[in-house]
């Protein structure tokens, strides 16, 4: 992927090319999927969130200064609408369901059809902490690959640093992670 080529996409756009959008969607959708898949639990919430943030990008992107990649950009739109997804859910104490009108929904339903953010909330809190104490490159490591989803490869070119680098950089913070939380490092 040209990165270079998303500053002018952008420019387009913002001179009135509709196709140019399209084709910012279908860079970057994939990545911004599995970004908005770590919020939630579901496939059609995860799909909600990148349709939201690309909305919100769609209406924001003359706000976007290219001092970082658009990647970099529209991943934290998508953040942003993951989380707005769910305080949606958590301070209405929405449940959702197929229709709120027909379906009673049971609270053994509830787990599989919206994410629930209080419930692993103890392991949050100390996974945050964890990772606040990271050494900046082994942070990043950890970042692109586990929550962007992106291959060794194109982290290592996103950081500059060799793919040797990156994989040992992620397998430390990994463990120094796993040892903070206290559970055993599970390869994958």
Do not use: C
């Not at 449940?95 to 009673?104: G, K, R």
């Not at 929904?105 to 945050?128: F, G, H, Q």
């Not at 194109?154 to 463990?175: C, I, N």
């Amino acid at each position: 992927m040209d990165y270079r080529n998303d500053r002018a996409l952008v420019a387009q756009y913002l001179d009135g090319d509709r196709r140019a959008f399209r084709q910012i969607v279908k860079r970057h959708h994939k990545a911004m999927y599995y970004v908005a898949r770590n919020y939630t639990r579901n496939d059609q919430d995860a799909q909600d969130i990148v349709q939201d943030a690309f909305f919100k990008a769609a209406r924001s992107l003359h706000t976007y200064r290219g001092e970082a990649k658009l990647s970099t950009w529209l991943h934290r739109m998508t953040i942003n609408a993951a989380i707005d997804h769910q305080r949606k859910f958590t301070r209405a104490g929405a449940q959702a369901s197929l229709d709120d009108d027909a379906v009673a929904v049971s609270s053994d339903m509830n787990k599989y059809l919206a994410y629930n953010p209080m419930e692993a909330m103890e392991r949050t809190i100390a996974m945050r902490q964890a990772l606040n104490v990271l050494p900046s490159g082994q942070r990043k490591a950890l970042w692109l690959i586990d929550v962007a989803g992106m291959s060794v490869e194109h982290a290592a070119h996103e950081l500059g640093v060799k793919p040797g680098t990156v994989k040992s950089r992620r397998y430390r913070a990994r463990e120094a992670v796993a040892a903070a939380i206290g559970e055993r490092l599970t390869s994958s």
